[in-house]
């Protein structure tokens, strides 16, 4: 990765396509038009999730016989990165990005930075906090409507397994950007309940870490407080019987990496449940059984 990078981290529905939109404006490039989805119902100002990167990454976990629910490890990544055909293919995806100032989104990039890392380079990175209840409930409603074409809610849907992927994503991230000098942490609820003093952050961060002054102007016209559809007190997640002590302990901890995004890390104090695999597969069952069966 370059200097001149950014990467824009987050699970789903956490507001990392309203971050990237914010960090265009600001003044990085996202690559040409034609590589990016069309806006839609749930993120109107698009995802900004570049194509050829999309494309990659599901190879890249193919070749760890891995997926988001099974996760790969950084030693399977690190091997990839070694490895002449993937490492090649690897930064002819960061030269095509050019030498200016650019970003990357992508909710895989949560699992799969030990790739990318051990490529080199010193990207700036922008996590994206939102209460993990809220943003699971608005990825529920995503799937249903999007993948179900239904309007009316699916019982049964595994809660605690979509914190506990939560949970796994924000660890790889905070493992993988610990030892970075360039990091701010954003949060969703934030953002839209103070939007002007959320980007004027945002906005300040980036130009301290770049050296330059992006456009502050462009920025303010982006985000749009109705964007919420499930509104939430942040502290409504700690009362919440759902969630473990460890995820409720990560989610304060991130919060407070808002102000302090330096403050160390210690991954002992978040551990998962021990069970965690078995309920992730939990999750991905869940999720098989709206699946057509094979012909």
Aim: hydrophobic share 40%.
């Amino acid at each position: 990765m370059s200097d001149r990078s950014i990467m824009v981290l987050g699970v789903p529905r956490s507001g990392t396509s309203m971050t990237a939109k914010l960090v265009k404006e600001w003044g990085a490039q996202a690559g040409e038009d034609q590589h990016f989805d069309q806006p839609d119902a749930f993120n109107q100002q698009g995802y900004w999730e570049y194509v050829p990167l999309k494309q990659f990454l599901r190879e890249l976990l193919r070749a760890c016989d891995a997926s988001i629910i099974d996760p790969p490890t950084a030693a399977q990544l690190q091997a990839l990165a070694l490895d002449p055909h993937w490492r090649t293919r690897g930064l002819s995806l960061l030269a095509a990005m050019g030498d200016n100032i650019w970003f990357w989104k992508h909710p895989m990039l949560a699992i799969l930075l030990p790739f990318w890392r051990e490529l080199g380079g010193n990207p700036a990175y922008i996590v994206c906090i939102r209460s993990p209840i809220s943003g699971a409930l608005s990825q529920k409603r995503m799937f249903e409507s999007r993948i179900l074409q239904r309007d009316t809610p699916v019982d049964g849907f595994p809660l605690d397994g979509a914190l506990v992927l939560w949970q796994h994503s924000m660890l790889s991230i905070l493992n993988n950007t610990d030892s970075s000098s360039k990091k701010i942490f954003v949060s969703y609820e934030q953002t839209i309940t103070n939007y002007a003093a959320a980007c004027a952050r945002l906005h300040s961060d980036l130009n301290t870490i770049f050296g330059v002054t992006g456009d502050l102007a462009a920025m303010l016209r982006v985000v749009d407080p109705t964007l919420q559809h499930h509104s939430d007190d942040p502290d409504s997640f700690f009362n919440a019987a759902s969630a473990t002590r460890a995820q409720k302990d990560l989610y304060r901890f991130l919060l407070s990496k808002i102000d302090n995004p330096d403050a160390p890390f210690i991954p002992e104090h978040f551990p998962l449940p021990p069970n965690w695999q078995e309920i992730l597969h939990d999750l991905q069952a869940w999720h098989a059984q709206f699946q057509p069966p094979p012909r």
